[in-house]
């Protein structure tokens, strides 16, 4: 039986203001990207959303970010490789005390934003990051972008990788995303995505923006938490690729 992973970015909310459905979608999902306060995310509201996902039996990962509160991760930033490393650490180590609290582990690292499109072709970012994991924990798996330099990057440094694709997100015909700055870069019918990623997981494509079929070849798939329409998105998914007879399994 074929079996892919089901992510989505949780832990989301700040205070007052409430970002997804968190509970939603851990049942739905096999794996949850935490935040881990630097893009999003407070104490009390990340340890819940652990504590939600050990009931569920989801899978839980450190979504490391910019620090960047305002602009949401999604703002690109050029940030010197002794700081980005020493805050991916503070990020991953913050989400691994919590994660002890609520009763289990961080198994993966997934950058959110802008900092996971930037290592997946600026290798002195990426390398700061890879540095990070190798200093806390050679154990995590490092998610990265289906068919970016950064798998073999991380892989070099010894470093076990595990590639992504984005359910809700446009493709170009290189099988690159298309930036969120470009009309239609977002997609939100939950139909049109589960075909889509069921065509993925048959036969590795994706179709693109001009119609085009991009090779995608990925272990894991991504639901936005953010938007909208992520729970009905995700949900469609899942059902989906069962009903096909791929089974949805944490990877990590």
Known sequence: MKTIDLNSDLGESLGAWKMGDD?????????????????AGDPAGILATLEA????????????????????GRRNMDIASADLTAGVIYQIGALQGLARA??????YVKPHGALYNTIAHD??????VIAAIRAIDTSLTLVVLAGSPLA????????????EAFADRAYTPQGTLLSRREPGAVLHDPGLVARRMLRLAEEGVIEAVDGSLAPVVADSICVHGDSPDAVA??????????QAGVAVRAFA
């Open 23 to 39: 509970a939603a979608m851990l049942d739905i999902v096999s794996s949850a990207n935490v935040a881990c306060g630097y893009h």
């Open 53 to 72: 996902a050990r009931r569920r039996g989801v899978t839980v990962g450190a979504h490391v970010a910019y620090p960047d509160l305002l602009g949401f």
């Open 102 to 107: 609520a009763g289990l582990a961080v198994r």
């Open 123 to 128: 290798k002195r970012q990426a390398m700061a």
């Open 152 to 163: 073999a990057w991380a892989a070099d440094a010894g470093l076990r990788t595990m590639a």
């Open 233 to 242: 998105m995700a949900r469609a998914v899942r059902d989906t690729l069962q």
